[in-house]
């Protein structure tokens, strides 16, 4: 690709633009924690001011990518024909991740995926993700449920929601967890939460430099709410608090190994959380 794709995403699509230059940074390092060639790909094709997102040196959504990425490739080893649904997916690669090296160990590629999200996003995604007769993308709001509608349950169902649910009010967040519960009984979903602790700030929005600031994340949950959600929402029948994938730097490790480990630092942790449907 020669020429450049502008690029001019707003509001909560925009941070699809931070989370990908974080990957892309990391998975162009050679100790980088995430293989991911399609995002430095992606990221050399835009013509976009990355830099006003500040410092790109984190780790953060390449570690919660191969996080994502190890569960979706659990779900598939048993359900190898399932359909993966990415609920606002943003600039995610997950698809060409999982699809380049396969699922696991003689588990072939015949899973489906589709892919949600606002029509901006997913004329991106069409314009720079090459084609594969195995993803299909609906371009709508994850909280229009008619997309469920597309989605064959007969082989398994594995919804992630990778950096989605935090933007959303509770009570959208609490329905789409529900009607997710309801409609895939067998099922999985993924997502990820802001630690609790620091809820009055990300409500208002964090800044990551002097020009940008993310948009305010209203939706978080405790540990204990996390686990209380077998008892809350009917249809979830296990909740999984999964533990942090390894970093890159020995205090980083250490102080993520605390943080799960450790009780008293439970709400100042961020949460990726796994719920079984039954």
């Known amino acids: ?78 359900h190898p024909k399932a359909t993966v649904v990415a609920l606002a997916e943003g600039l995610q690669t997950s698809f060409y991740r999982i699809d380049a090296s396969g699922p696991g160990p003689d588990v072939g590629h015949e899973f489906r995926w589709l892919s949600v ?16 007769d195995r993803v299909q993308m609906c371009a709508q709001s994850a909280l229009d449920f008619s997309w469920m509608d597309r989605v064959d349950p007969a082989d398994g169902v594995f919804i992630t929601a990778e950096g989605l649910l935090m933007y959303l009010s509770p009570e959208d967040a609490m329905d789409l967890i529900r009607q997710c519960a309801k409609r895939f009984p067998g099922g999985q979903m993924i997502f990820d939460l ?24 209203p939706f978080t949950l405790s540990v204990a709410e996390a686990a209380d959600l077998v008892h809350t929402v009917e249809g979830v029948r296990a909740v999984h608090d999964l533990p942090f994938e390894q970093a890159r730097g020995r205090t980083l490790n250490a102080l993520m190994w605390a943080m799960q480990r450790v009780p008293l630092l439970d709400s100042a942790r961020p949460l990726t959380l796994l719920l079984e449907f039954g």
Do not use: C, N, W
């Not at 999200?117 to 594969?132: G, H, M, N």
């Not at 802001?194 to 994340?217: C, E, I, N």
């Open 194 to 217: 802001p630690p609790s602790a620091f809820a009055p700030l990300t409500r208002r929005g964090l800044r990551t430099s002097r020009r940008y600031r993310v948009p305010p994340m």
């Open 1 to 78: 690709m020669t020429d450049k794709h502008t690029v001019d995403l707003t509001g909560v699509s925009e941070t699809a633009l931070m989370t990908l230059r974080i990957r892309a940074t990391e998975a162009a390092r050679p100790d980088g924690v995430i293989d991911d060639p399609m995002a430095v790909q992606l990221v050399d094709s835009i013509d976009f001011d990355f830099d006003k997102f500040g410092f790109p040196r984190r780790q953060d959504s390449a570690i919660r990518a191969v996080q994502f990425d190890k569960y979706t490739r659990r779900y598939l080893v048993d």
């Open 117 to 132: 999200d606002l029509p901006p996003v997913i004329e991106l995604r069409r314009a720079l993700l090459p084609p594969s």
